[in-house]
């Protein structure tokens, strides 16, 4: 268990930064996710970090130590594929065995400590099978078993759970966090699901083009996202555009007739984005006299569609704009209401 | 953590894939069979017939049918058979050694030179890779200039016409084709089974041993049988290459065959080198399955 830090790591492929000047600390027991799209650099890092990706620049501290050009094997990380990389030719007993095996145990401390990883990710019954033989939930385990019965100092998963159904990976995520927390050992967690980054991870790095766009606690990061980018990736639905407007009393932009202040950096005419969540809105109501809490406007609704326990209204602006607002109210389609949402819920870059 | 419902997926959808798609055709094809007639009546002519003619011909001898062939194959080749077994088995050995040395090192590296030139052997005829060592390797041949001013010693005695000189050439001509197979098991082993076993504190050379050969297991075979066969079977290289006695069977049989117009031991000389490569194949096999089950 230790502290990982990472600075300024860079790595170009040709003309191509896959990671661009990287910096983070990954405290000793802390699960960090890594959220990004496809090639944004996620498995980049964890690669350099495991010893598979030779940085052009920067350093990688485990515990104190720099492991920037050490070999793999002597690294003591442990990584854990998205494809699982179980060995075929090995049962799970052989598959589990084989780190400790290389570090020359006695056989006595070896059958113990698969017991323990055995009986941790609960997969005792199973030793003898191959990994044809299992199911991708059970292979996963096997995997995180390998990995953590050498008793690394930082454990490596790579989108663990994207092979896996809806279901298996919703248990297994907290299956996992809860493990990472009983050993207390420090983790990077590799995901493109924003919803299972926000809630097993004790801080959130959000990737892009191989940059660091904002890092945090996930409340942090998910009620204060830097741009519309973070915004978007953590599950905004609506990302509007349109232009800055200007009058006496300064920059705004319009929504639905309401009028919204727009910051100080941006310029009449330039264009402006506002972000708002679809389940942060209400539908229908007015707002009371007064409130300087609320942002009150008004829409046309154009088209619904019904989600089980509640439905999503497709609702239409004066402006044009469109937005997706869920809500467990009924109203019929065309009808014109007006809608409220928090001041602070209402993002404008 | 087993749950039921899992396990009854995971079962359906292997019965889904045993299912055979609709596009499929019936399992007695007779188009199919119409398909591979040519080569099977190729294969009919130009190997089946010979291999039973010369089974039956190898019990046929002038003093009728019997074992005179065998007597005389046993009396007269008894040393070049285990001759032939030792200097096929050791050919094979050090070609299992180049040619996994050669696909590991490419497999973890890139080096397109490397990759070309080994290569080379594999476009040079029997032939002349015969001539060329027995040339490269004589008493007073370019290997042995080379030695002689190296060391200092001025006369060496020459490979060429012993053993060693006919391991030399068995291997330096064997060994690409091994190690081209070998390399391309190598190359298509997931990078993620390398990578896991690196992670977890391996060498490159246990990776070798440990995941890349297991992994590629059929494949080396089918590269080792392919060397040893087409060791036992060769003729042009031991006819120049190594000690006139004792020498490879091959060349026992054209002896026979060119001298005395003798068919009969001939037959029975080619019918014990089957009878080796079967007997060593299974117990190759038999110590392949125990190392498995252990
Ligand atoms: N060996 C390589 N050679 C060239 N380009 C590479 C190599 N490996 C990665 N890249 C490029 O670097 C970028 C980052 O790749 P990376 O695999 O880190 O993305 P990722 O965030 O893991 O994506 P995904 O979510 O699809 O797994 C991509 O544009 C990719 O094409
Ligand atoms: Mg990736």
Redesign the interface.
């Known amino acids: 268990m230790a502290t990982l830090e990472i600075q300024g790591l860079t790595k170009t492929y040709g003309q191509l930064k896959a990671l661009d000047n990287v910096n983070l600390t990954v405290q000793e027991g802390e699960l960090m996710a890594v959220l990004g799209p496809s090639g944004s650099g996620k498995s980049t890092l964890v690669r350099s970090i495991?010893?598979?990706v030779a940085p052009d620049a920067g350093h990688i501290l485990l515990g104190g130590r720099d492991i920037t050009f050490e070999?793999?094997?002597?690294?003591?990380?442990?990584?854990v594929?998205q494809?699982y990389?179980l060995?075929?030719?090995m049962t799970v007993l052989q598959n589990i065995t084989?780190?400790l095996k290389?570090?020359r145990l006695s056989p006595e401390e070896i059958a113990r400590k698969v017991e323990w990883a055995l009986d941790l990710v609960?997969?005792s019954g199973l030793e003898g099978r191959y990994p044809r033989q299992l199911?991708g939930?059970?292979q996963q385990?096997v995997a995180l078993a390998?990995?953590l019965v050498?008793d690394p100092e930082i454990l490596l998963l790579d989108e663990p759970l994207s092979n896996l159904d809806a279901k298996?990976r919703y248990r297994l995520r907290f299956e996992i966090k809860k493990l990472q927390k009983r050993l207390n050992i420090t983790t990077i967690y590799i995901t493109h699901d924003q919803e299972e980054a926000l809630s097993i991870a004790d801080s959130v790095v959000l990737l892009k083009d191989g940059k660091v766009l904002q890092a945090g606690r996930p409340e942090e990061i998910y009620s204060n996202p830097k741009n519309s980018f973070v915004a978007e990736f953590l599950g905004a639905s609506n990302v509007i555009t349109d232009l800055v407007l200007q009058d006496r009393e300064g920059l705004y932009v319009m929504l639905g007739g309401a009028r919204l202040p727009v910051p100080a950096y941006k310029q009449p005419g330039e264009e402006v984005s506002i972000v708002i969540r679809a389940d942060e809105v209400e539908l229908g109501g007015e707002m009371p006299e007064g409130d300087h809490e609320h942002v009150s406007f008004s829409g046309k609704v154009n088209d619904q569609m019904y989600l089980g326990s509640r439905r999503r209204y497709e609702i239409e602006t004066v402006e044009g704009h469109s937005l997706l607002i869920d809500s467990d109210r009924e109203l019929p389609t065309g009808s014109v209401i007006r809608l409220c949402v928090d001041r602070d819920k209402i993002y404008i870059y | 953590m087993k749950t039921p419902a899992l396990m009854q997926r995971a079962s359906l959808s292997a019965q889904q894939a045993m299912r055979r798609p609709p596009w499929a055709g019936g399992r007695s094809g007779l188009p199919g069979m119409l398909l591979i007639l040519p080569a099977l009546a190729m294969l009919a002519a130009l190997y089946i017939y010979p291999l039973l003619s010369s089974i039956v011909m190898s019990f046929v001898s002038d003093a009728g049918v019997g074992l005179e062939n065998y007597r005389k194959a046993f009396s007269l080749y008894l040393i070049d058979m285990l001759y032939t077994v030792g200097i096929t088995i050791l050919s094979l050995a050090i070609v299992f050694v180049i040619s996994v040395a050669i696909a590991g090192y490419l497999r973890f590296n890139r080096w397109p030179f490397l990759n070309f030139v080994y290569r080379l052997p594999l476009f040079i005829p029997f032939l002349i890779v015969g001539h060329s060592m027995r040339v490269f390797l004589a008493p007073h041949g370019i290997l042995n200039l080379i030695l002689s001013r190296i060391t200092g010693i001025p006369e060496l005695p020459g490979l060429a016409f012993g053993w060693g000189g006919l391991v030399i050439s068995y291997v330096w001509k064997q060994f690409p084709l091994a190690t081209l197979l070998i390399l391309g098991a190598f190359q298509s082993v997931e990078d993620s089974y390398i990578e896991a076993a690196l992670n977890l504190g391996s060498s490159r050379l246990r990776v070798i041993r440990e995941i890349l050969l297991p992994i590629s297991g059929p494949t080396v075979l089918v590269a080792m049988v392919l060397t040893f066969v087409s060791t036992i079977g060769c003729l042009t290289i031991p006819l120049l290459v190594g000690a006139p006695k004792p020498v490879m069977l091959p060349v026992d049989m054209s002896f026979r065959v060119t001298y005395f117009n003798d068919w009969g031991v001939a037959n029975a000389l080619g019918v014990i080198s089957y009878v080796i490569v079967i007997v060593l194949a299974y117990y190759y096999l038999k110590h392949m399955v125990r190392e498995e089950g252990a």
């Open positions: 495991a010893g598979f070999r793999p094997e002597k690294r003591n990380t442990a990584m594929f494809s990389a060995w075929p030719h084989y780190g290389l570090r609960d997969l199911s939930g059970q385990r390998r990995a050498v298996i």
